[in-house]
């Protein structure tokens, strides 16, 4: 069984930074990809940044070099730094898991407002 927990959202201004965490359990969350993606009101969702079970990382055009996505294999977490936020990025984050082979699983989300 699979559980993704997402903390760090909330309220920010223009230019501020935020960290969302993810916290994995599970028996497969080590040898599976973890990602973040996001979903405006009214949009789709879409890949913000992914990273593989051997660091390998893939960001959306948007977020780079403003996002890092990182993981710790050890604690099974998986972190996305938000920097120089915008308002374009305000949305539900959700936290996903793909294991290699199977569906993946999403977290419950947690909502990024950018706001001055």
């Known amino acids: 069984q699979v559980q993704l927990v997402e903390s760090g959202g909330g309220l920010v201004q223009p230019g501020e930074s935020l960290r969302l965490s993810c916290a994995a359990s599970?028996?497969?969350?080590?040898?599976?990809?973890m990602g973040w993606y996001r979903q405006a009101p009214g949009k789709q969702r879409d890949l913000v940044a992914r990273i593989s079970r051997g660091g390998t990382t893939t960001y959306a055009d948007s977020v780079k070099g403003r996002f890092t996505i990182s993981r710790d294999n050890t604690k099974n977490t998986v972190d996305l730094q938000m920097n120089s936020l915008k308002p374009e990025d305000t949305a539900v984050y959700y936290c996903?898991?793909?294991?290699?082979?199977?569906?993946?699983?999403w977290g419950q989300g947690t909502q990024v407002t950018v706001s001055s």
């Open positions: 996903k898991l793909d294991p290699p082979l199977g569906p993946g699983y």
């Open positions: 599970g028996r497969i969350v080590s040898i599976s990809s």
